[in-house]
């Protein structure tokens, strides 16, 4: 009885066993393959510095990206993303600069044409007004920019808006504030033509 009740003990532990080194060599392969995928997406295949990129449209320059490091990565998912600092001039029809975007990092998806910009943002126009904020993304195709985040508009006479989310058109000469703070207080002499409520320009 003791022989013939060993044999069946025996081999359910075979079993087990052999279950688990399965399932270690499918983990194995698993991490194998996610590695591999990890590894070529965080290699970019072009690295250039001090870098300048510029954007047409219908042959004219609509953008320029100049930035410390440039890092270009393919796939599925192509984009070029900015570090060190960079700058992104936004042109009008005739070619002339109306806006100008600097943050310390930025990701630009190509097939997105999106650009998201972090880390001290500052985003000017041609009228001397300044948005500052921590994260600010720009569709390329709507020709939109906004964000979430808090910002602070600093108006040419050097008043002051604050408030939370912002949307805007490419130039940053038409926005509006989603959740303005505090109280907002104008100089007669400036333009106020543009303003579409106490909070919207």
Known sequence: MTNSA???????????FACVLLFMNSCQNEISEIRAITDV??????????AEYTFTEKGKTSNKLIATQIDQYQGEAEYIEATGGFTMIFY???EREEAR????TGR???NEKKLVAKDQVVLTNIKGEKLETNELTFLQDSARI????????TLSNGSMIRGK??????????YRIIQPTGDLFFDEKTDSTHVQSNASH
Do not use: C
Request: hydrophobic content about 35%.
């Open 6 to 16: 060993s044999v069946p003990r025996f081999n359910f532990h075979l079993a087990i």
């Open 41 to 50: 997406n965080n290699k970019p295949v072009q690295t250039s510095y001090q």
């Open 92 to 94: 009008d029809s005739l």
């Open 101 to 104: 975007l600097s943050a310390l």
């Open 108 to 110: 630009y998806m190509e």
């Open 146 to 153: 906004f964000t979430d985040n808090t910002v602070v508009i």
């Open 165 to 174: 989310g912002l949307e805007s058109n490419d130039s940053f000469t038409k």
